[in-house]
């Protein structure tokens, strides 16, 4: 991985995975999350969901975590008073002063810790009867394309059910789950495209290949995105 021509293409996007503002609500809805809620977004990225977060807990606050949160995200959240941004690891979410939180939001960033232990590891920073919303790569079909597989990099795709019973066998009841629509998805692709697009002229060669490689990311999904995709699952710890 050339990492400097992967920032250049990544560099203050709003978002950096799938996922929208009705995402959020549609996540917050069985969870009941409290007005003044402690809401912590795990692996935020730019914290591109802490508007739709915060505007589910209008007295309640954010902490968006991520290992490396930018300059950017820290200028976009500078003006709002109920959220704050911190570079952190997210498997140690209980040290922050925060925790325990009613509600912790992980798009598209549990997968880094694996669905064996991911949602055990960040329910210990959750209150009692606590929330845990993530998404999380799915097969939606019995044997995915390879070309389909490829989409998350050989991550082992388990389907919905697998899923649910993986997360009440670490000590939560799912309240519910439903795909990431494809609004989410374009979410993050229309934006990056554009970039693509803007950078294209003049790229030198390492940059042109990133180029095409993201290109190749959102025309794989595109085609395959009938197979695989995310899976939003809400759980409260029980
Ligand atoms: C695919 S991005 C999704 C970002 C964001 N949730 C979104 O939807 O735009 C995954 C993020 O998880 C973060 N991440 C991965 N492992 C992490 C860890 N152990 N602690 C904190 N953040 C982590 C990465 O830095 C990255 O920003």
Same mark, same amino acid.
């Given at each position: 991985m050339d990492w400097d021509a992967f920032f250049t293409v990544?560099? !203050? *996007? =709003?978002?950096? $995975?799938p996922g929208a503002p009705e995402d959020v609500a549609w996540a917050c809805a069985p969870a009941e999350? =409290?007005? !003044?809620a402690a809401i912590c977004d795990a692996g935020? /990225? &730019? $914290? /591109?969901d802490v508007a739709a977060l915060l505007s589910v807990a209008p007295r309640g606050h954010v902490v968006a975590v991520d290992l490396h949160f930018g300059e950017a995200a820290d200028a976009r959240l500078?003006?709002?008073?109920r959220a704050r941004g911190v570079s952190a !690891?997210?498997?140690? *979410?209980?040290? *922050? &002063?925060?925790? =325990?939180?009613?509600l912790i939001w992980c798009a598209g960033a549990l997968y880094f810790l694996g669905l064996e232990e991911g949602p055990s590891r960040l329910g210990r920073a959750l209150k009692p009867a606590g929330v845990l919303a993530f998404s999380e790569p799915c097969r939606f079909v019995e044997a995915p394309s390879p070309e389909a597989g490829a989409i998350f990099g050989g991550y082992p795709l388990r389907d919905a059910e697998q899923i649910v019973a993986m997360v009440e066998t670490q000590g939560f009841t799912v309240l519910g789950h439903r795909r990431v629509p494809d609004a989410g998805w374009e979410a993050y692709f229309q934006p990056l495209e554009a970039r693509i697009a803007a950078l294209r =002229? $003049?790229?030198d060669a390492p940059l042109a290949a990133m180029l095409d490689q993201c290109a190749q990311e959102a025309a794989a999904w595109r085609a395959h995105r009938a197979e695989v995709g995310y899976l939003l699952v809400v759980a409260r710890r029980t």
């Open positions: 990544h560099k !203050d *996007l =709003p978002r950096e $995975g999350v =409290p007005e !003044d935020s /990225g &730019p $914290g /591109g500078a003006n709002e008073p !690891d997210f498997t140690a *979410l209980e040290a *922050l &002063p925060e925790a =325990p939180f009613d =002229p $003049g790229a």
